[in-house]
């Protein structure tokens, strides 16, 4: 099943914040974030496995709600280089994303000077 | 190689005939991951490769797309009969899940495929 991610789409001003949301209707081990540039491939950003720890790096961050079945990736203090299609994977099966991933339709993020 | 390399980068093709797109994985990459990307979608999963274990094909939209892994390495994905549904771009991944899970996957640019 495909996870849903929420808002589609997000413009903001340079400085402001962000939160991508993505939910699963099944039970996750782990979950990927991945961010795409125009006409690019997709980048890998972290991976959050079952545990809810938190990661970041930078000002991206994301969390991990193994209960309910839920991610959020947060982007403090947007730079325009953020702005990108930013896509959660989940498991295929329970591998940790070893043996594939489901994608989200990505969220589109416009930063605007 | 420093990156994942595919080829071609874009592909023009007649309905009817087949194609073949290639993947070079990152070097000691055991894991290769083939999805398929259209306008305004997600990424689609199309087949895994472990090593030499046998691939995960359950991704394949129908039995006109196959793909091979040769020595573990090389990758290509053939559409034959191709149909302008298939026109989109197509990602190969790498990933070395030897090393743990922390690492994700490393995409290549693409195959841009468009069928007329």
């Known amino acids: 099943q495909q996870p849903v991610q929420s808002p589609q789409a997000v413009i903001l001003r340079e400085g402001e914040d962000a939160v991508i949301n993505c939910s699963s209707s099944k039970a996750l081990y782990s979950v990927h974030w991945y961010r795409q540039k125009h006409g690019e491939a997709p980048v890998f950003l972290m991976i959050l496995l079952k545990g809810g720890e938190q990661k970041g790096h930078d000002k991206i961050s994301a969390s991990f709600n193994e209960k309910k079945q839920q991610s959020s990736l947060y982007l403090t203090a947007s730079q325009l280089s953020y702005s990108g299609t930013y896509f959660c994977?989940?498991?295929?099966?329970?591998?940790?994303?070893?043996?594939?991933?489901?994608f989200g339709k990505g969220t589109h993020l416009i930063i605007q000077p | 190689g420093a990156g994942v390399s595919q080829s071609p980068s874009n592909k023009v093709t007649e309905k009817g005939k087949d194609v073949e797109l290639r993947c070079d994985p990152i070097s000691g990459h055991t894991a290769l991951y083939w999805y398929r990307q259209s306008l305004g979608q997600g990424l689609e999963f199309l087949i895994y490769?472990?090593?030499?274990?046998?691939?995960?094909k359950s991704g394949l939209p129908s039995d006109r797309f196959s793909a091979e892994r040769t020595g573990g390495s090389v990758s290509t994905l053939t559409i034959q009969r191709t149909q302008q549904e298939d026109s989109a771009v197509y990602l190969c991944?790498?990933?070395?899940?030897?090393?743990?899970?922390?690492?994700?996957?490393?995409f290549g640019s693409g195959t841009r495929l468009t069928v007329v």
């Open positions: 490769f472990q090593g030499n274990s046998a691939p995960d």
């Open positions: 994977g989940t498991d295929r099966y329970s591998g940790g994303g070893a043996d594939g991933l489901t």
């Open positions: 991944a790498s990933s070395s899940w030897a090393k743990g899970p922390n690492y994700g996957y490393t």
